[in-house]
């Protein structure tokens, strides 16, 4: 699900602009799961891009703002979602915090760095979402600690029917700023791609894992 469709087609322009998505249906990446891959997506490009990671802001914040106006904090996926949760949190004056793949070993081996009680609401920022385990994992490590996930919003969402399910599998919501149905129309109209590459990068979506 995404957020707002003009929204959405000028992420989509912008990350394809910035080479934050790459479109290669020809010669494709190696993923670091093992598929195979027509797109490679690193969100990290846009915080180089002052407007670009404004415009990103602004549209995560409207979706906290419009959707789940009742959170208490906002929270970052490591590591790529907690730049833009930081910003998010500041756009909306909430407190922030941020979730490890896993416990520190040392210290007070925290999986939760910050401030947060046992009844907060949190919305989870994540760069992207694939097949949704590591934004649930992050999500259940949250519960487990008495907070409420109202959902995982994320900048761009490959739109894996995987995903729908394992976020229907746990009981979360999720929406996006852009996805990839949105992404490959506005890059046939910029000239990233042709009309005949549709196909090779449809029937990956539909089925990633033994493309």
């Not at 894996?160 to 919501?173: G, H, L, R």
């Amino acid at each position: 699900m995404i957020y707002d469709l003009d929204i959405a087609k000028k992420i989509a322009e912008s990350l394809l602009q910035i080479n934050a998505i790459i479109l290669q249906p020809h010669k494709p990446f190696k993923w670091a799961s093992g598929w195979n891959s027509p797109i490679y997506c690193d969100n990290r490009k846009t915080l180089s891009y002052p407007e670009i990671r404004t415009h990103i802001k602004q549209g995560l914040s409207a979706i906290i703002k419009t959707h789940y106006s009742g959170t208490n904090i906002i929270a970052g996926v490591a590591t790529a979602g907690i730049p833009h949760g930081a910003l998010v949190a500041e756009e909306t004056g909430k407190p922030f915090i941020y979730i490890r793949s896993k416990a520190k070993e040392h210290g007070k081996q925290n999986q939760i760095e910050g401030v947060y009680e046992e009844g907060n609401s949190v919305v989870l920022i994540e760069d992207l979402i694939s097949s949704g385990k590591s934004s649930l994992e992050a999500a259940e490590t949250l519960k487990r600690k008495g907070m409420i996930v109202k959902s995982v919003v994320s900048i761009f969402n490959y739109g894996f029917d995987e995903a729908k399910e394992n976020f229907k599998s746990k009981n979360t919501e999720f929406i996006s700023l852009c996805d990839y149905k949105t992404l490959l129309q506005k890059a046939i109209e910029q000239k990233f791609i042709n009309e005949n590459d549709l196909d090779i990068l449809e029937s990956w979506r539909s089925n990633p894992k033994n493309w």
